[in-house]
């Protein structure tokens, strides 16, 4: 009987250090630019969590935090930031589930009305490029590669994380 409830105990303990097998992948990570902590989850459900935050990295979905549900689709998620107006995250993703705005202002926009406000219009050839006040986060939820863009020059773009399924 002994023996029976230390087992039991013992797989209690390691099954509450365990993630319950939601998370497929976490990612934290801090955009000074910004002043702002992001923190991406890829979900086995086939979703896809952006949290942002202004305290510190949040490692937990709560009502309580800024955050962005969306479905894992073969799409990029495109959020756009203004280095002089911090509170306001403009984003544009065709899958996007939640919404939750807590502290900051999450401005989800049609792809116009994203292009109009944060490009260039390229003409003929040319491509549209990214106005030089605004930077930009590059996600793409399926193959989980996320990218930090300063400006539309490619050498000024960071890979914050290399894609892994």
């Known amino acids: 009987m002994r023996a029976y409830f230390s087992i039991l105990v013992i797989g209690a303990l390691f099954s509450s250090c365990f993630p319950k097998g939601k998370n497929v992948n976490e990612f934290n990570f801090y955009l000074p630019e910004s002043k702002l902590h992001f923190t991406t989850s890829k979900v086995a459900s086939g ?46 993703y065709p899958y996007i ?18 292009k109009k406000k944060f490009y260039h219009i390229g003409s003929g050839t040319s491509p549209d490029t990214l106005k030089s006040q605004y930077r930009q986060l590059l996600i793409a939820p399926m193959s989980y590669h996320i990218i930090f863009q300063r400006d539309s020059i490619v050498d000024h773009q960071e890979v914050l994380k290399n894609g892994d399924m």
């Open 47 to 92: 979703r896809f969590y952006v949290i942002i935050s202004k305290l510190g990295n949040v490692n937990h979905m709560s009502d309580n935090v800024d955050y962005i549900e969306c479905k894992v689709e073969d799409q990029i998620l495109v959020i756009a930031l203004d280095p002089n107006d911090k509170n306001r995250i403009y984003f544009k």
């Open 97 to 114: 589930k939640k919404i939750n705005k807590k502290h900051l202002d999450l401005i989800e926009m049609s792809p116009d009305a994203f």
